[in-house]
Structure formats: C-alpha cells, structure tokens
C-alpha cells in the first residue's frame, strides 16, 4: 500500500510534472516565521492569568502585549490581526483587567453581524468563567428577549452588538442606558476592515453619535479596533471615530512556511479565449488532496457551486459508511451545526471542507493543511483572509488560487505580485456624504438637542440644522435646537444604503412563509431587480417575479439556473460643477459633482463561466435621477479617428476600466458606473465619466481622481496580456469575432497614457 | 429627487473642524415664548418657577359631578372596598396621595419624544380638582416637569397602560434632565389597562379607553380629537404660535382622566362587591385572576356565585376553575365532581385539561381504570381538531395521553 504524500513530497512531484508545470503559472514561498513573545503584563490580574494558563498559554504574542500597554495607557489603537492570531485577546485582556479594578467600568463590542456577535460571546463567557469571577457579558440586538433586557441596560459589564442595533435600538433610548454610557471606557471595533462604502459611512455617523452619547454622559471611551489586513487601517479606524489611533502593525503570531500556487484552467477555444471550468479544476486538485490526507477547505463563490462541489467530492466517500469526511458549509447554519463541523475539523474526521464566503469573518474553525480558492473573492483583505485559514501554527501551507475566466481573476493569475505584493486595498469611507450626514443628523438631534455653538463630530452643522428647522423636524428656542416630529428617524435610515427610498426585496419560495431579504437602494434596482433579473444574496440565486415600483417592493423566488442577468442603463451625465481638476498633455481629469438622468432598457441573459448571450428581455421602469459625484477624464480626439471608430473603442475601453476600478478602491463592482462619451455635452470632448452608484457619492470616484494615471496603464498592460484574440469578457467584454476592435481599444489606450 | 437636488445644493455649507470638548454649563434661564400671550389669551394660566415657565390650567369638580354613569364621590366607597380587604392587588389601594394621571406626548417613544402635557386629578379641598401642566416649549421642559410635583414621594398614581408608556417615558425625560431636577422616586403604581384586560378577558375586543367608556361606564364622547393627533397639534401649537387646537387636547386629556377615575371606581366594585356584577364571564374573569394571584378564598366566593345564580352552561368554566381550587387543596372527590360538572359545556381547549384531571383522579384515586381509559380516548380524539394548538405542544399532548392511556391498559390487564 502506497503511503500517502507530504504537502512538501506532493508539490516536488507537481514541479516535475509537465501538465502541472503548464498550468501553475507561478510558484511562492512565504518562508517560516517564529513566533515573537511577551511575558504576561506585571499588573495583570490573577484570575486572568489562571484563565489563560488553563488554555496553555504562557506568554502572549507580542501583538497582544503592545495592545494591552497601549489600551491601558487610554490610547485609542488599530491592531492589523491576521486569521488565528489571537486578535481578541487584544481588546479582551484590557476590558477584564479594567472591569476587575473597578466593578462599574464598561465595555461596548460592535460586531459588523448579529451572528458574530453571538459567537463571540460564547467565547467570551467561557473566558470569563475559567477566570471564576462574576463578570456580566450580553449580546443586545433583535433577538434579545424583553425580560433580560433591563438587566443588560443596567448591569452588563460587556455589551456585545452590531452597528444596526446601536443606531436603532440602543441611541435613539440613551437614558436607559446611563450605567453603560456614564462608565463607558471602552468601545471595540471588531472587523473593521468590513466597514467601507455607504455601511462604513453610516456607521462612522453612528459612532459620532455614540460619542456624543458618552459625552453627555461624562464619558470618554478608548477605541480599540481590529483588522484584517488592509492598506489604510489607521486612516480609516480615524475616520471611523473620529480619533487618532496607533497602529500596531507588527504581529508576533507564529506562521509555518506558506506555498502559494497560481494556477489557470488550461484555454479550450482559443478565439474568445475560454478556460476549462475553474470548478473542475477545484475538484480534480481537491480530490487529490483528499486522497493524500491533507486535511483542505475549498472556497467557492456561492451556495450553489458549494453544493456541486461537494456532491463531486463524496463520489470519493461514497463507499464507506457514513462517512463525514466530506461536508459543505455555508451560510445560515444553526450555531449546534457549526460547533460539530468546527469538532470534526479538529479531532480530524472531517477532512475536506467546502465553504462559501461564510467563513471569511471570524468564525473559528481551526487551522487546516490547504485551502483551494475558486476564483478571486473580490478584494485582497478576503484573500488573505481565505488562504490564512491555511496553515497550522508550525507546519507547512499549501494555498492554491485557481483562475476563473473573469478579468479580475485572470489578472490576478497573471499578476500575482498584486495579491502577494504589500498593496492591499484601501476601504474608504465617505461620511462627507451630505445625504448620509443630513439623516444622521437627524437621529443626533433626536437623541439630543443641539445648541446654537455646537459642532457634531468634526461638521459644522449650524447651517444644516437651520434647513431641518425649515423642513419643520426642528424647532429653535433661544439656545437650542429641538426635535419637533413625531417621527423616530432611526427607523427610516437604514445602514446599509444610501438611499432615501429603497426596494424592499421579499422572498416569496414558500407562500405561507414570506420574508425579507433585504433592501437595495433605487438606481441599483433599476438594473439588478428588474422582473426576470437574477438576483444573487449570499450566494443563493433568486429570480425576480414582480417589481413594485410605486411600493417599492420586489418579489422573488429562488431558483436553481446556470445563467445571471446584465441590464443595460441608458444614461444622460450632465456636470453641475468642476471641484478639481488636473491637466495633461492629450487629457485633463476632473472631479466634480455630475447630475444623472438614467433608464434601463433592456437585459441580457449570460451563462456562467462561457458568458454565452442566452437570452434577452426589455425593462419597463420610468427613469431616475441621481446626484452623485464623478471623475471623468477627457481627451483631444486622436487624429484620423472616425466617429464609429471612436465610439467602439470608447466602449470596450469603457468596460474594462469599469472592471478595474474595485481594483485599486476597494469596493464592489456595482458601486461604481462608468459611461463613456464620444462628444461629451460639457467639454464637447471624447470622456470617460466613473460616477459612484450612490447619491451623494460616496467617495469612490473621489479616490479614482487620485489614480487615473495608474489605472489607465493597468488596464492597458491587462488587455494587452490577455490571451485572447478579439475581446474576451475578461478584457474588453464580449466582441463579435473579426472587426478588431481589440487593436483600436489597445491603440486608445496606449494614447492616453498619462505621463 | 428634489430632496436631494436641494441638499446637494448645500454641500458647500459643509464645513469640518477638529471635534472640540463641550462642557456642561450650569443652568440657564431660557426665554418666554414668543406666543406667551397669545395662550395667555386663550384662557390658560402662567408659573414661573426657577427653570422657566409652565402654562396651567385647573378645573374643579363637585363631589356630586356624574361622568357618564358614575358619581366621582363613588371614588370613596371604591376605597373603602379595598381598605376592607387584607391581601394586596394589583388594584388596591389605602386611598391616600392617589393621583390620576395622564400625559400626552410628541411621539411614541426614544429620547426625542417630549411630554408636553401632564393632567392630574386629586381630592383636594372637599372637591376635584384637575391639574393641567402644559410644557411652554421644549426650552422649559426642566421647569414643566418640576412643576408636575410627580418627584415627590409617597404618592399613588392610577394611569391607564401608564406602566409601559407614561411612566418610562416621564423617566426618560427625567434623566435627561436630571442635573437639576430632585430625584423622581418610583411611586405606588395601579395601572388600570392590566386590569381591564383580566376583567373583560374574551368580552371586549379593543381595549382603548374610549371604547371601555362607551362599553362600560356610561360615557360618549362629543367633539373629541383623536388621541394620534394630538402631537401634530402640539408640535404645530409651538411652530404657529396658535393654541386653539390644542385646547382641544387638554380637553381629550380631561376626559381620560375622569374615566380613569370612573373605570377605578366601576373595576373596584365588580371585583370586591358581591351584588355588583355583569356577566358570568366576567366573574369567571374575576375569579380567576384572584387565583392566580393566590386569594384562594375571594377567588371561590366568585365561581361559589357564578355557580348557584348561572346555568351550567354559563357556569361551566368557573366549574372548570374551582376544579383546580380543590385540587389544589387536596380535595380530589370534590375537584372530580366539578370537572365532571364543568366538562359538557367546556371549550375544546379546556375539555383536554378536564379529561386529564378526571383521567388522573379515576387512575390514581378511584382506581376505576376503564373510565381513566375512556377519558384519555376522548382527550386523544380531541386534540387533532384544535387549530390554536403548534404542532410540538399536540405531539407533547399526545405523547401524554398515549404514555398514560398504555399504563392503563397494563393496569387492566
């Protein structure tokens, strides 16, 4: 019988063997790092330490120790925490230790989910009971029942909730909260890489009012923040609170060596340049991990392909009796489930685990052998985070990226010095938002009034408050602004949109069990909610029946198709006003606000994976109009160029910066739009306009000002690289074959290189 | 969109600075309102006191006034009922510092929903004497509440749902106005809607006060505003200066709180006066709620009425009840005889619980296992039938009878 192979044994034999070699495009090692340590802090108290110790820890990582000085000394830090560092010990150890001393001392723990606030807190009380010390720690958020919830308010030492809760539930009731606020000291920030965009804007204006809170209340709480890993921690933990942070960047958790592998599905139609299906690549490497024992988790991109994938893998199980070897995970399992896969990862009968992007945030399933990523999960902090969940404290990692044929995915393949670089995404927040700021405000003058020389946070708001009173919500006596509304404004903003009126979007699967997905801003659901469009959420796919669009309301059904939905938006950009602006030789860039007259008009059907067109349909939705901002780049039409010409470069080009942009900000792909004008109505130029999807903006385009230059030769190496012949959906989108359209985007481009 | 075109417009007006330390600075006096005397005017009165100024409004009632079927000197007899009786209820009272209260407020709930009017009624004086407080604007809200006297201890307030509206909500505002105002003491707390739901249980649908004034006490209201609009008055009375509807909210507030004393005075006599009563269901009601609240006796003196002057079908579920009194005090031959009387008329729900009992008795005490046997079948038959059942409380049921129904069986054998 044949033993199985080590990780080191298996890639020696991949380095030798000639198909592998072709389809591994690039091989790195991260070498093995020792630990770095720190005694215990001298003041640490005793029933912390016994905790500690029957948890065989002797001495912290080096990381903890410095958060814990910098915690006590009440300074307000950011701790870049890898997977299985230790991250809470961070803010755990200084929340005890303050409560020990002094019994009324408090702490608030914002979670970006309920879930994970709810898993935190079984570790917490667990913490708390090997230190046998009476130390009240609660979760507080929908599902807190009403008999305990006086006795949170009152006595809980650790509050442990999330963003949504707090601006709803938690502010808006301030004064049944005095104990909590008056001995606020401090406030952790878990995760705060996920707090980007509109939701990171939002919550910045919640924890600005928190502030204010504890202000009133005659406290003033430390911050302390972790995050994966992402380029601008600190400048975003700053923006978020308002604060100054130290950033403790250097982590003492110990790594065994890590082994990256780049690998692309072999081409299979050379022309339109389509790669075997990255999900049979995942199999085939999956089962041969499997098959010599190294304990794996694959990621896929949804709940479905979660589902293919494992259903492939138990073929290898099939014959052994009830056999657990092999189980999927995803999102909305019960905690009793996940505690038995977690188990099983650890006393090693499960050996390959299959999971969704569930995984990314903070759940604790243990370190495994190898992880196998389907594709690129959108952004480098996921990355990281995915392969992280590779790679036993000492041992050796095996990670391997698998391409899909997107653009991203196969620039990423091709440049693996973007991922493996030190050049992760910025997350960016824009509280600057005015319509973000304006319904904050609200809520603050809700909460309490504000006088005639207050600012809020860093705003200056006197103006502002003045247009409430106009609005009749306020009114003003001689020294204060008063809420005068019957309206509890909390309950109209969401978090986690930028809209003023969103679409509800209901799930109607089972009839007699109708419930709430979600909610989506209106000029987003104008192409992604329309009736027939598929509609992904958490990886599950749904198709919309019916879009209300004067109750704003969309019914959807799940379903089970091969395909998603693109709709085209007709848009009319007209710029209200020129902030900024650059000049180059052939091109200026701008930055401005840009008013938008939108309508979507027809949809399109395209298969997974071959993005065939498979079918299409019209879209009957009056148009909107959005106020955002913009930058836009604007050029001297090259010589001998014809119109058609222009106009088809223009949109080839138009498509793959679109498909650029989440690359170097970090964001999703459907918060930013780009349209390309070949005499644009404001200049009469050649532009290119990239507009945030939200009102307002949200500082995106903002940030794409800053790097026209260098997006513009990254879009013009990828397409230049990309293998294919006439256009691929990966480079310039789908073309018709032969009209060479790829050359002319590739000529375009190269003009406008930005020197 | 214009919502937005507008605020974009004022993007400019924004404008940052480094957040600066606010400190609290000691009280100042906040100026009169502009419409001072225009609510002058208008018939109602001003205090000023060390905070600012309150606008009041007192009216006097005769002991012998009738609101709706009730005499407000009836109010004392009610008292003496209760003086009479030893145990506590959440109803009872001594009589002494009792206050009626009600409030109207700007909104529902949170810390931006303002009291803006306080109505108290009080004996005082050989007559009633309602008290009216009227916030001036939200700037004299410290000098609104201290006004009220609610602070002072030893008081016993009767409100109506004023467990989970009013009084948290007077707290809030208290705390948010604590620096200055003496500490507000938990006073005792009867509140009526609590009561009203275990009396009229299955005979009123709607518990607003309104419809129990029309159902119950005699009372139709004429020219009232409805309650829910009575923020939009007030809020519109502080913007325009003009107070003309909000008298009618005074007077809306003077109405609940003369039926807060007339529904005290009309729950008060059907729970401890013995001729007093309506139907069997609301004595049923009534004795019930005595036993859960462990006044055995005064709970039996109920259903021991209902039984001699009602019909068994009327009677059954007090039969029901008085069951689990001997039951309770271990008198199994007489809980057997009241079940069995209980059980023809019995609603489904209750007849399960009264096969059980009857089941237990036959089983464990007579030993007449057959019958034990044919009460357990018939629960069984039942409960597949029973809509208002989940799914796992009829599996808990079942499984139940079928353990017992088995042991029987073996017994018999």
Redesign the interface.
Known sequence: MRTNLSIAELLNEWKSDAVMKERIVHWHTVPEKPASLADFPADLHESIIVALKKRGITKLYSHQREAYELARANQSFTAITPTASGKSYCYHLPVLQSILENPASRALYLFPTKALAQDQKSDLHELIEQMDQSILSYTFDGDTAPAIRTKVRKAGHIVLTNPDMLHSGIL?????W?SLFENLKYIVIDELHTYKGVFGSHVAHVIRRLKRIC?YYGSNPIFICTSATISNPKELAESLT?ETHQLISKNGAPAGIKNFIFYNPPIVHPTFGIRRSAILEVRDLAKRLYKENIQTIVFAKSRVRVEMLVTYLKELSKKKIQDESIRGYRGGYLPSERREIEKGLRNGTIQTVVSTNALELGVDIGQLQACIMTGYPGNIASAWQQAGRAGRRQDEALIIYVAQSTALDQYIVNNPGYLLGQSPEEARIHP?N??I??DHLKCA?????FSMT??Y????IQ??LA?LEDE?IL?R????W?????????HEISLRSAS?ENVVIIDQTVPAATKVLGEMDRYSSMTLLHEEAIYLHQGIQYQVEKLDWEEKKAFVREVDVDYFTDANLAVELKV?SEDKVIEFEQASIYYG?VSILAMATIFKKIRFDSHDNIGSGPIQLPPE???TSSSWISFNRPKTWTDSMLSDAMTGTATSIGLFVPLFVQCDRRDIHVVAQVKSTHSELPTFYVYDSY??GIGISERVYEVWPTLLEHVHQHVKNCPCDQGCPACIGAQEASIGMKDDVLNLLAYLQLR | ?S???N??Q??K??????????SLASF?M??P?AYLEKWKDAGLEVIENQFGLVFVKKTVYSPQFFHGSFKLSHVFHAFKLWNQIEEQHPISTNGQNVVFFDTET?????????IFLSGQLVFKNNQFELTQHLMA???HETAFLYETGLWKPNQTVITYNGKSFDWPQL??RW??NRTYLPKLSLPHHIDLLHGSRRVWKGDLTQFKLTSIEVEKLGFKRVGDIPGHLA??IY?DA??NGDPHALLKVLHHNEWDILSLLTLFIHSSKLLLEESYTETALTSTNIGKWFADLKMYEKSQDQFDQITSTYEKEEASMAFYYIGFNYKRFNRKEDAYLSFSNALLHLPLLFKINAYEELAKIDEHLFKRFGQAIIYSKEALQLIDGLPELTETKKIKLRNAFEKRLNRLLKKIK
């Open positions: 808006p009731h301030h004064t049944k005095v202000t308002n600057e005015l319509i700021l304006m003058s809700f909460e309490l009034p207050d600012q946070g860093e705003f200056e103006e502002l247009y009749g009114v006596t001689s020294d204060k008063h809420w005068m509304s019957d309206r509890f404004p909390a003023q209200m606000d109009e959005l106020h009102p307002g | 969109m919502f937005e075109k605020l974009l004022m993007k007006l924004i404008k940052k600075k480094p957040a600066k330390e606010t100042v906040p100026n309102p700007t909104g529902l709930k949170g810390t931006g929903t303002y604007d939200p700037s707290e809030t705390t948010l923020p939009i809020l502080v913007k």
